[in-house]
T-cell receptor, first 114, second 109 residues
Framework: NAGVMQNPRHLVRRRGQEARLRCSPMKGHSHVYWYRQLPEEGLKFMVYLQKENIIDESGMPKERFSAEFPKEGPSILRIQQVVRGDSAAYFC????????????FGDGTRLSIL | SQQGEEDPQALSIQEGENATMNCSYKTSINNLQWYRQNSGRGLVHLILIRSNEREKHSGRLRVTLDTSKKSSSLLITASRAADTASYFCATDTGNQFYFGTGTSLTVIP
């Protein structure tokens, strides 16, 4: 499968724990985007990364959230000290060329906070 | 907010009928894209239309863009049950990328 791979598909955490969401972009893609989707809503942009660089994190909450896309390995979205309001589906997308070109999406990680 | 708004929020049609969804936005754009999302899955890119284009076709899809009205429409002709999904528009303003709130389409066999 050469598509965008996200894991885990489902993640359950208790309040105060850490959540780590992983995303492997399509082969040959160096641009990665993270989005959050609440039920019955559209996607909200969080962060845009290229290899080893954060290009735009204007959609990321200032605290507890961080993202990285290392030279080797998947992109990671990390949420520290999770709260109930973090419950959502988190989608990763990748593109081959620059920003705003057609993006290829993974099937998301559904995060549930107990 | 620049976020596009799709209209209607929900649409239910019979198989074989045409489905039209609209997207309105607020500021000037470089391009507008339409995506489809099946329940529980990620989004799939359907079509991209640039700001200097007025109409684009892809199979049973037809997209129009009216930059003077800041609106776009997605037409699906001869709909099939498999077209049942949510459809989102996304706007590229040059330094931001926004998804709309989506239209939920149900095609009844």
């Amino acid at each position: 499968n050469a598509g965008v791979m996200q894991n885990p598909r489902h993640l359950v955490r208790r309040r105060g724990q850490e959540a780590r969401l992983r995303c492997s972009p399509m082969k040959g893609h160096s641009h990665v985007y993270w989005y959050r989707q609440l039920p019955e809503e559209g996607l909200k942009f969080m962060v845009y990364l290229q290899k080893e660089n954060i290009i735009d994190e204007s959609g990321m909450p200032k605290e507890r959230f961080s993202a990285e896309f290392p030279k080797e390995g998947p992109s990671i979205l990390r949420i520290q000290q999770v709260v109930r309001g973090d419950s959502a589906a988190y989608f990763c997308a990748s593109s081959q060329d620059g920003r705003y070109q057609p993006q290829h999406f993974g099937d998301g990680t559904r995060l549930s906070i107990l | 907010s620049q976020q596009g708004e799709e209209d209607p929020q929900a649409l239910s049609i019979q198989e074989g009928e045409n489905a039209t969804m609209n997207c309105s936005y607020k500021t000037s754009i470089n391009n507008l894209q339409w995506y489809r999302q099946n329940s529980g899955r990620g989004l799939v890119h359907l079509i991209l239309i640039r700001s200097n284009e007025r109409e684009k076709h892809s199979g049973r899809l037809r997209v129009t863009l009216d930059t003077s009205k800041k609106s776009s429409s997605l037409l699906i002709t001869a709909s099939r049950a498999a077209d049942t999904a949510s459809y989102f528009c996304a706007t590229d303003t040059g330094n931001q990328f926004y998804f709309g709130t989506g239209t939920s389409l149900t095609v009844i066999p």
